[in-house]
């Protein structure tokens, strides 16, 4: 499979999209953040003292989305028609975060799930780091994308 992300002085470039076709895209992630029981239950129980954990986690993963091309450097800024944030748990020491990202457009919106998904984890950890700074996020990986030239992608396992 041939790069497309390098010129011809292998030199790093944004890629050319002008000449794809505009689809219908989505993206989704997830990723995992592994924290004490009592963490848990005291972000579950609205016990944080720095606010909701899993509201301004939501905004935090919605904001990333939106602004991914600002943090990733060859990334396209996208108009993005949807972000999703599912939180879930497995009712002892993990919680779990999937973001989906749709757009109508050349390109892709994988880097803008990843990144939403991403924040969301970072930002949990932000608002529980003084009563465990232990806490693990990840792994976080891409669980599904669709629309575009290669086709669809589901991951096998996750």
Sequence with gaps: M?????NDQGRARMVDVSDKEVTSRIAVAKTTVSMH????ARIQA?????????AVAQVAAIMAAKNTSSWIPMCHPLP???VNVAFSDNGRDELYIETTVKTTGKTGVEMEA???ASAAALT???MCKALQKDMIIGPTMLVSK???KNGD????ST
């Design 2 to 6: 041939e790069l497309s992300h390098f």
């Design 37 to 40: 029981e009592d963490t848990l």
């Design 46 to 54: 609205g016990k944080i003292g720095k606010g909701d954990v899993l």
């Design 80 to 82: 993005l028609t949807g």
């Design 114 to 116: 990843l990144t939403a």
């Design 124 to 126: 949990v950890y932000d």
């Design 146 to 148: 669709s629309g575009g």
């Design 153 to 156: 992608y589901i991951r096998e």
